[in-house]
Structures are given as structure tokens and as C-alpha cells.
């Protein structure tokens, strides 16, 4: 053991790659002068994951053994006895070394493309699998570049030969690895060729949204307000077909809230590019500082109607940036790229919405909390855990630079230099396709949360009636569905099944909201103006074998309509709490007892015939108003 720590780390690599070609030469095919002990194929293809697992470990954290590695396995796909299960694992292993290092994968990408390119459409159909492993691999290379037009006519070539499903695949690689151009093509025609008007609508979607993507990087369209425009409307009519593709089983809220805050986005930098060309309609120079009042301190008002017009795309931009906020809280069977892509977009677009703030509004307004700092993006991340979201960053970065020139500049007024550099830095983030996350097309974890309230009116639809004064006891019941889906299977969760995240509590919260009559709000009657206000209660429980129950005692003292919202959020074990639902209504009707009885009385008196003359001087005393001089004896 000794002299094995005193080995230099060369040669410990060393001696980690001969083993490693050893066994994999073992897993890969049985030699013919050796006795393989391995006698079952499903166990020789456990032991060839496991090994190219490792292999992948070893290659993050030491280059040399990377390149040799993909050397290796480039040759190993050479060979025509690799067939099957196999050869989709060396691919799938090359893909993972993908994430990290591209510039060994693109050494190996004419040898790739040979393979494909000598298979033909039998040997596709039988090796679809590996076929779209290896697309995915070409387009991962390609990250940040685009497509030579030999890559192109390969990538038709093979959409062309493969089935509807290869296709459509490919075309989901295509837009996880930013190469919206290809997914166009190989969706091209294959909504109309599906059995079901769900499966109609979804590939309809995704055909939109390659569209509007590779519009807004096509250079042949000059004009940048034109491509988001088209863009923008592509986009929306992909939100409409995402609603007419969802089903109360794939209710497909996240997709649709995606592609919506997209199109939101889109049209935010539209409207950005449409108020910059009101800077022809500025005050000169000479009259500017007559515009503004003597005790006005907001002197970039006086750039004309160019800085209110800015200042509105100041809040589109924040508004869709918290809104990417709440998607992140409701994803919480995401995958962390994916939550990562959700997290950079909104972190570009509170980039655009202060960029644009530090031009518009100066330091003694009242809004401004910028101040004298630089921008920064984000935080530094690890480069080995970006997966397909690092070009987008890049992006950021360099808008973060651009941005930063406008300190250089004077803050006294817009000038045409200000409104260039940042048409010149949003360009950049514009003609940048984002990458699609893997959540969007794939969920391979669902946790679903039921709760039952009680009570419960006994009509659907009815109120539950309550004396004014009295507390309501409400009691919350609920499980916890969690299931982890595999490839092929899906399977309970378990506490050795891996998984993104798993709840730690349930946190409950009920709201309670009296409704405002009408006739009293209009007529200022509104005694009890304090008890409207609504009263938000909230408790923490720990499931117990995926079961819980929490009560409330509300306490009401409105009379009237209230309305009761249960909402229901999950705190993972870090603490955070996911807006996952579900959530429940109910409908309180709260009836004061004097008031009902002096109603019922007075309403008996007025459709019943005169009491007896002995009786009516008790009986108005009765119902004297209180507060009243007058009084019979």
C-alpha cells in the first residue's frame, strides 16, 4: 500500500488506463483463447456501464486520460462486432464527456459521421437508438457554432432515412443543444401524420417554436424589430396549441408557462427597439433644460418622451424576470440543468432591466438603488456543470461588458451613443437560441401532492354555515405520490432510489377572505372595516409514511360571505419551499343571530295582520330603534 501512494500521478493514470482497456476489451466481445467467467449478457452489460461510468470520472478530472479515452472508444466504435446495447453505451459515454470537454469530442466527429454516413436504412432502423445518441453528440460538438452546410445535408440525410420517432428525437436534441434550424426540418410535416390531435398540437408547438428560434438568428432578415415580431407571434400561436395539447392527466403547465414568458421576453426587447427610435423626436439641446420645471430633480426628462418610454420597458423586463421566479418555485421534479437554464433566463432578464435602468434613471430619483456599481452576472459557476446553458452565459458576459461602458458615458441626458451600445449588447442576447431544458420534454420524477378539507358543504356549490363568533375547525388530510420514471420502467421511490429532490415537509396555508357587500362598500357602511382584511394562517407538518394532517381553529367574526383558499407547498431538505399545490376552496357563509332573528321578526310583522291594541305598546318597545328619545308608556 505504500509504495502504491508513492506512485507519481502519470503513471497511476497509467496504470488505470491498461486496466481499463483490459476490461473493456473483456465486456466487449469474448476472445477466443480465454474463458470469460462472465457468462450472462445482462451481467457482461452491467459490468460495461459501471466501467464506463468510472472511465467518464476519471477523464473530468485528468485530460490525458480524456484524450485517450475518446481515442479508445472512437476506435472501438470502428469495429463491426460492437453491435447492439454495446455500442449505445460507448456513444452514451462519449455524450457525457460532451458536457465538459468539446474539444476531444470534435476530433472524433468525421469518424462519427463516416459510421452514420456508411449504415443504411435497415442497419438505421435496427441501431436507432445508438443513431440519435450519435446526432446528439454532433449537435453537443457543434454548441456555440453553427452548422457547416456538409453538417446540415448529413443531419437531413439521416432525418430523411429514420422514422417519425428517430425524428422527432433528433429534433428534441436539436433544441436542447441550441440548433433550432435542424429540429424545423425534422418536425417538418410530422404533426400531420399522428394519431391523436394531443400528439397533433405538441409537435405543432414545437415546429412554432424551431421557427421563431432560428428567425431570430436569420441574417437574412435585416431589420431585428421584424424578426421578433415574427418571432413573437410564432411563439404565441405555440402557446395556443400547448393549451389545446394538454389533458388532465399531462396538464403541461410548465411547457406552456415556458414558451409564454418566452414570447413575453420577445416582445419586451421589441418594445425596447420600437421606444429607441424615439430618440429622433428628443428636445435639442439648447431647449431641453426649459422642458423640465424648476423643482423637478429628474433631469433625464428632459430627453423628451424617449426615457418614460424606456422606463415602461424597465418594468416589462422585471415583471417577466419574477415570473421566471415563480416557474422556478413550481418545477420541483426538475433536473438541476434544467433549473438552471430556468434561473439563467431570469437573471437575463433583470441584466436587461438594469442595464436599461442606468440610463433612464438617474441617482437622485427614487427609484434608483443601482448606484456606482458594476454589473455582475449570476455568480461564478463551474464550467464542468453547465451543461448545454453555457452559451448563453458567454452571452451574458459579454453584455455584462458592453454594459458596463455606459459608466464612461454622461448621465445628464440619452444620447444616440447610450441608445447604440445597448441595441448593440441586447443584439447579442436576442440572436442567442436558447436551449430548451430536458424538463420540458421529459420528467423523470413526479410527486404529486392530495389533500382532502373538511368540512364540506353537503350540495356541491353551497356555502357552509356558521354562527357569528364561533370557530371553525378545519382539518387538512393529505399523501404524497412520489414516483421515479426510468426508460422503461417506473418504479415506486424508495430510500435507495436516486432522485432530484424529496419533500422534507408540507407547509399549509389557509387564507381567509370575507367578501365585501356591494350595497354597503358604495354607501360607506362599512362599520367593521378592520375584520375584511384577509387573515393568512400557516403551519409546517412532517410526513409520516408519505401521510399528513394538519387542523386549523379559525376564529370568524364578519358576518357574511368568506371565502377559505388552502394552498399547499413543499420544503425539500434544504429548506426551500416549492409552490407545488394543490389548492382548495371552500366557501363560509357566517349569519349573525340577532340580526337574523330582528329580520325575521320585522318580516313577520309587516306580511301578518295588526296585533290587538293591549299588545302594541310592548311590542314597539320591542322594536324601538336604539338610541331613540321617544318612548310609549
Given at each position: 500500500m505504500?509504495?502504491?501512494?508513492?506512485?507519481?500521478?502519470?503513471?497511476?493514470?497509467?496504470?488505470?488506463?491498461?486496466?481499463?482497456?483490459?476490461?473493456?476489451?473483456?465486456?466487449?466481445?469474448?476472445?477466443?483463447?480465454?474463458?470469460?467467467?462472465?457468462?450472462?449478457?445482462?451481467?457482461?452489460?452491467?459490468?460495461?456501464?459501471?466501467?464506463?461510468?468510472?472511465?467518464?470520472?476519471?477523464?473530468?478530472?485528468?485530460p490525458?486520460?480524456?484524450?485517450?479515452?475518446?481515442?479508445?472508444?472512437g476506435?472501438?466504435?470502428?469495429?463491426?462486432?460492437?453491435?447492439?446495447?454495446?455500442?449505445?453505451?460507448?456513444?452514451?459515454s462519449?455524450?457525457?464527456?460532451?458536457?465538459?470537454?468539446?474539444e476531444?469530442?470534435r476530433?472524433?466527429?468525421?469518424?462519427?459521421?463516416?459510421?452514420?454516413?456508411?449504415?443504411?436504412?435497415?442497419?438505421?432502423?435496427?441501431?436507432?437508438?445508438?443513431?440519435?445518441?450519435?446526432?446528439a453528440?454532433?449537435?453537443?460538438?457543434?454548441?456555440?457554432?453553427s452548422?457547416?452546410?456538409?453538417?446540415?445535408?448529413?443531419?437531413?440525410?439521416?432525418?430523411?432515412?429514420?422514422?417519425?420517432?428517430?425524428?422527432?428525437?433528433?429534433?428534441?436534441?436539436?433544441?436542447?443543444?441550441?440548433?433550432?434550424?435542424?429540429?424545423?426540418?425534422?418536425?417538418?410535416?410530422?404533426?400531420?401524420?399522428v394519431?391523436?390531435?394531443?400528439?397533433?398540437?405538441?409537435?405543432?408547438s414545437?415546429?412554432?417554436?424551431?421557427?421563431?428560434?432560428?428567425?431570430?438568428?436569420?441574417?437574412?432578415?435585416?431589420l431585428?424589430?421584424?424578426?421578433?415580431m415574427?418571432?413573437?407571434?410564432?411563439?404565441?400561436?405555440?402557446?395556443?396549441?400547448l393549451k389545446?395539447?394538454?389533458?388532465?392527466a399531462?396538464?403541461l403547465?410548465?411547457?406552456t408557462?415556458?414558451?409564454?414568458l418566452?414570447?413575453?421576453?420577445?416582445?419586451?426587447?421589441?418594445?425596447?427597439?420600437?421606444?429607441?427610435g424615439?430618440?429622433?423626436?428628443?428636445?435639442?439641446?439648447?431647449?431641453?433644460?426649459?422642458?423640465?420645471?424648476s423643482?423637478?430633480?429628474?433631469?433625464?426628462?428632459?430627453?423628451?418622451?424617449?426615457v418614460?418610454?424606456?422606463?415602461?420597458?424597465?418594468?416589462?423586463?422585471?415583471?417577466?424576470?419574477?415570473?421566471?421566479?415563480?416557474?422556478?418555485?413550481?418545477?420541483f421534479?426538475?433536473?438541476?440543468?434544467?433549473?438552471?437554464?430556468?434561473?439563467?433566463?431570469?437573471?437575463?432578464?433583470?441584466?436587461?432591466?438594469?442595464?436599461?435602468?442606468?440610463l433612464?434613471?438617474?441617482?437622485?430619483?427614487?427609484?434608483?438603488?443601482?448606484?456606482?456599481?458594476?454589473?455582475?452576472?449570476c455568480?461564478?459557476?463551474?464550467?464542468?456543470?453547465l451543461?448545454?446553458?453555457w452559451?448563453?452565459?458567454?452571452?451574458?458576459?459579454?453584455?455584462?461588458?458592453?454594459?458596463?461602458?455606459?459608466?464612461?458615458?454622461?448621465?445628464?441626458?440619452?444620447?444616440?451613443?447610450?441608445?447604440d451600445?445597448?441595441?448593440?449588447?441586447?443584439?447579442?442576447?436576442i440572436?442567442?437560441?436558447?436551449?430548451?431544458?430536458?424538463?420540458?420534454?421529459?420528467?423523470?420524477q413526479?410527486?404529486?401532492?392530495?389533500?382532502?378539507?373538511?368540512?364540506?358543504?353537503?350540495?356541491?356549490?353551497?356555502?357552509i354555515?356558521?354562527?357569528?363568533?364561533?370557530?371553525?375547525a378545519?382539518k387538512?388530510?393529505?399523501?404524497i405520490?412520489?414516483t421515479?420514471?426510468?426508460?422503461?420502467?417506473?418504479?415506486?421511490?424508495?430510500?435507495?432510489?436516486?432522485?432530484?429532490?424529496?419533500?422534507?415537509a408540507?407547509?399549509i396555508?389557509?387564507?381567509?377572505?370575507?367578501?365585501?357587500?356591494?350595497?354597503?362598500?358604495?354607501?360607506?357602511?362599512?362599520?367593521?372595516?378592520?375584520?375584511?382584511?384577509?387573515?393568512?394562517?400557516?403551519?409546517?407538518?412532517?410526513?409520516?409514511?408519505?401521510?399528513?394532517?394538519?387542523q386549523?381553529?379559525?376564529?370568524?367574526?364578519?358576518?357574511g360571505v368568506?371565502?377559505?383558499?388552502?394552498?399547499?407547498?413543499?420544503?425539500?431538505?434544504?429548506?426551500?419551499?416549492?409552490?407545488?399545490?394543490p389548492?382548495?376552496t371552500?366557501?363560509?357563509?357566517v349569519?349573525?343571530?340577532?340580526?337574523?332573528?330582528?329580520?325575521?321578526?320585522?318580516?313577520?310583522?309587516?306580511?301578518?295582520?295588526p296585533?290587538?291594541?293591549?299588545?302594541?305598546?310592548?311590542?314597539?318597545?320591542?322594536?324601538?330603534?336604539?338610541?331613540?328619545?321617544?318612548?310609549?308608556?
Open positions: 505504500d509504495e502504491l501512494f508513492t506512485l507519481s500521478g502519470a503513471r497511476l493514470v497509467g496504470l488505470i488506463k491498461n486496466g481499463i482497456e483490459s476490461l473493456l476489451s473483456r465486456l466487449c466481445w469474448k476472445t477466443q483463447n480465454f474463458v470469460d467467467p462472465i457468462e450472462s449478457e445482462e451481467l457482461r452489460l452491467q459490468y460495461l456501464g459501471k466501467c464506463l461510468v468510472h472511465a467518464t470520472l476519471l477523464s473530468k478530472s485528468s490525458f486520460f480524456c484524450e485517450w479515452f475518446c481515442e479508445t472508444m476506435e472501438l466504435l470502428q469495429c463491426e462486432e460492437l453491435v447492439g446495447y454495446k455500442r449505445n453505451l460507448i456513444c452514451q462519449l455524450g457525457n464527456i460532451g458536457k465538459f470537454n468539446h476531444y469530442i476530433k472524433l466527429l468525421p469518424a462519427l459521421m463516416q459510421l452514420l454516413s456508411s449504415w443504411d436504412s435497415a442497419q438505421l432502423e435496427v441501431e436507432n437508438n445508438t443513431v440519435v445518441v450519435l446526432v453528440i454532433i449537435l453537443q460538438a457543434h454548441q456555440g457554432y452548422l457547416e452546410t456538409q453538417s446540415k445535408e448529413f443531419l437531413k440525410a439521416i432525418i430523411g432515412s429514420s422514422n417519425l420517432w428517430v425524428a422527432y428525437r433528433i429534433a428534441r436534441n436539436c433544441l436542447r443543444f441550441g440548433q433550432p434550424e435542424i429540429a424545423s426540418i425534422a418536425l417538418q410535416g410530422s404533426f400531420s401524420r394519431c391523436s390531435e394531443n400528439f397533433h398540437f405538441w409537435l405543432s414545437l415546429h412554432s417554436i424551431a421557427l421563431a428560434e432560428s428567425l431570430l438568428s436569420n441574417e437574412s432578415i435585416p431585428l424589430q421584424e424578426r421578433l415574427q418571432a413573437s407571434n410564432l411563439y404565441l400561436q405555440a402557446v395556443t396549441s389545446a395539447a394538454s389533458t388532465p399531462a396538464t403547465e410548465f411547457q408557462e415556458f414558451v409564454r418566452r414570447s413575453e421576453m420577445l416582445i419586451a426587447f421589441r418594445s425596447f427597439m420600437i421606444s429607441c424615439n430618440l429622433q423626436f428628443s428636445p435639442p439641446p439648447a431647449i431641453a433644460p426649459s422642458i423640465t420645471s423643482g423637478n430633480k429628474d433631469i433625464l426628462l428632459a430627453s423628451g418622451r424617449i418614460s418610454q424606456l422606463r415602461k420597458s424597465v418594468r416589462e423586463f422585471y415583471n417577466t424576470g419574477d415570473a421566471y421566479g415563480r416557474l422556478y418555485q413550481t418545477a421534479d426538475s433536473d438541476s440543468d434544467s433549473l438552471l437554464t430556468v434561473h439563467i433566463l431570469q437573471q437575463v432578464c433583470q441584466l436587461v432591466g438594469r442595464s436599461i435602468e442606468k433612464v434613471i438617474s441617482k437622485d430619483h427614487a427609484s434608483s438603488g443601482i448606484g456606482d456599481q458594476a454589473f455582475v452576472f455568480h461564478e459557476p463551474d464550467t464542468t456543470e451543461s448545454n446553458s452559451l448563453l452565459i458567454e452571452s451574458c458576459k459579454h453584455v455584462v461588458a458592453l454594459v458596463n461602458k455606459l459608466q464612461d458615458l454622461p448621465e445628464k441626458s440619452v444620447t444616440q451613443k447610450h441608445v451600445c445597448l441595441k448593440e449588447a441586447f443584439r447579442i442576447l440572436e442567442t437560441p436558447i436551449t430548451y431544458p430536458r424538463f420540458f420534454f421529459q420528467t423523470l413526479s410527486t404529486r401532492v392530495k389533500i382532502a378539507v373538511s368540512p364540506q358543504p353537503r350540495v356541491p356549490g353551497e356555502h354555515s356558521v354562527l357569528m363568533g364561533n370557530n371553525l378545519l387538512v388530510e393529505g399523501v405520490d412520489q421515479f420514471s426510468r426508460i422503461n420502467t417506473k418504479e415506486k421511490l424508495t430510500a435507495g432510489t436516486k432522485c432530484f429532490r424529496k419533500p422534507k408540507i407547509r396555508t389557509v387564507t381567509s377572505a370575507p367578501v365585501q357587500n356591494s350595497r354597503t362598500h358604495s354607501h360607506g357602511l362599512d362599520l367593521n372595516k378592520g375584520t375584511h382584511e384577509p387573515l393568512v394562517v400557516s403551519k409546517e407538518v412532517v410526513p409520516h409514511r408519505d401521510f399528513f394532517t394538519v386549523f381553529l379559525l376564529g370568524l367574526w364578519s358576518s368568506t371565502n377559505l383558499s388552502v394552498d399547499t407547498s413543499i420544503i425539500d431538505r434544504e429548506g426551500r419551499q416549492w409552490i407545488t399545490g389548492k382548495a371552500l366557501s363560509i357563509k349569519y349573525d343571530e340577532v340580526s337574523s332573528k330582528s329580520q325575521s321578526t320585522s318580516g313577520t310583522s309587516n306580511t301578518t295582520r296585533p290587538p291594541s293591549g299588545l302594541q305598546g310592548s311590542l314597539s318597545s320591542q322594536l324601538q330603534v336604539p338610541g331613540s328619545s321617544k318612548s310609549k308608556s
